[in-house]
């Protein structure tokens, strides 16, 4: 019986690699917003230091503020950063510990309210304290915790840990008093209910 | 206030050790992300986007390399999927790839064999990744990898003699 031989796949270096370095600056400015495009001015200036450094000094004077009202409540209305137009809730404060249930379905942008679609019923997720939604040039929406790594893409089919909130009847009451803030009514869930996430999610992938 | 920071070389110095770990190793992502997906767009963006990523959340990030795979992996299944989903599993058949020989016959083999197959295949046999990242990039235990990687090696060994048998 003859052995696998390595070397075939060397024909992947037969592949044109593009510079997509310039792509990638782009979309980490967006990404990161306005208080880290100074990541990108090569040469600069003294004068654009100076007002590269006061950009920096009024994002980051801005960015204390909004800590401070973070901190006691006054500002926090679940979304940190979601695009315009999308109601992405976030726990108003870091929790201690989630429910240890498993909901599947696909991850969906249904009237700007990022749902977890299982059939024809659909659960709004609550997710942990930090999380973002970011969405690229393509249009395409991500979910990122907060330590910046990837939790899922919207339009993913996941697994995704977490357990139905509220008792019944006072759901929305709830997640309202956990997210700080209200819940559009174009957002409102019938069946499904409210799930609060870990945001711990797999995703199976392609045949297998 | 605080004279010794220069919040602009602070920046310029995490973005020059994202873009360094860039230069090093794109070329070889680029086209083992291209070995899975069979798609240079895919590849392309998951690329991109995980290093774009990496760029804006650089604090929280304590090993760019293995972050940037584990990532750009995960955006390209995602992406896989979806793309699956929406032409019922007709990924790529209606614009097949126009790759030259052999890539475009070793890229048709690898479509053949299953994600995690592929996967597993093309980060240790191409990419050289170290089998305890090959399961963190997969999320799947390093003894699965073994099962992925030998079953992959023998079927895509399969198709690829038969279709050279064909071709000879």
């Known amino acids: 019986m003859k052995t696998w031989d390595r070397d075939r796949l060397r024909a992947l270096d037969q592949a044109g690699v593009p510079n997509t370095w310039p792509e990638i600056e782009r979309r980490a400015t967006v990404a990161a917003g306005s208080n880290q495009a100074v990541l990108f001015q090569g040469d600069a200036t003294s004068s654009r230091r100076r007002i590269t450094a006061m950009v920096v000094a009024l994002a980051l004077g801005g960015a204390s503020l909004l800590l401070v009202f973070t901190v006691f409540g006054g500002l926090n209305d679940g979304t940190p950063a979601s695009p315009p137009g999308i109601f992405f809730p976030t726990l108003k404060e870091p929790a201690n510990g989630y429910p240890a249930a498993l909901a599947v379905g696909t991850l969906t942008n249904r009237n700007g309210c990022i749902v977890l679609q299982q059939g024809t019923t659909e659960l709004l997720l609550i997710w942990p304290y930090g999380t973002t939604l970011q969405q690229d040039q393509t249009g395409a929406l991500r979910v990122w915790r907060s330590d910046g790594s990837l939790i899922a893409k919207v339009g993913d089919y996941v697994n995704i840990g977490g357990g139905a909130v509220g008792e019944a009847g006072r759901e929305l009451h709830f997640v309202e008093q956990l997210i700080g803030k209200s819940v559009p009514s174009r957002c409102w869930v019938g069946a499904g209910g409210y799930f609060m996430t870990s945001g711990d999610a797999t995703e199976p992938l392609v045949g297998s | ?168």
């Open chain 2, 1 to 168: 206030l605080y004279p010794e920071r220069d919040p602009e070389s602070m920046a310029k110095t995490s973005t020059d050790a994202v873009q360094r770990v860039y230069l090093e190793m794109h070329e070889r992502l680029y086209r083992t992300l291209l070995g899975y997906s069979g798609s240079r767009a895919i590849a392309g963006d998951a690329l991109a986007e995980a290093f774009a990523q990496a760029l804006a959340h650089l604090e929280g990030i304590r090993d760019v390399q293995a972050w940037v795979w584990r990532t750009a992996f995960r955006i390209a299944a995602g992406e896989l999927q979806r793309r699956a989903k929406e032409v019922h599993g007709e990924l790529d058949r209606a614009q097949p790839p126009t790759f030259t020989e052999p890539l475009d016959h070793l890229l048709r083999a690898l479509q053949s064999i299953s994600a995690k197959q592929r996967m597993a295949v093309v980060l240790h046999d191409y990419a050289d990744l170290p089998n305890d990242e090959i399961a963190r990039v997969m999320g799947i235990a390093r003894a699965t990898v073994y099962v992925h990687l030998s079953q992959g090696r023998k079927r895509l060994r399969s198709i690829l003699e038969d279709s050279n048998e064909d071709l000879g």
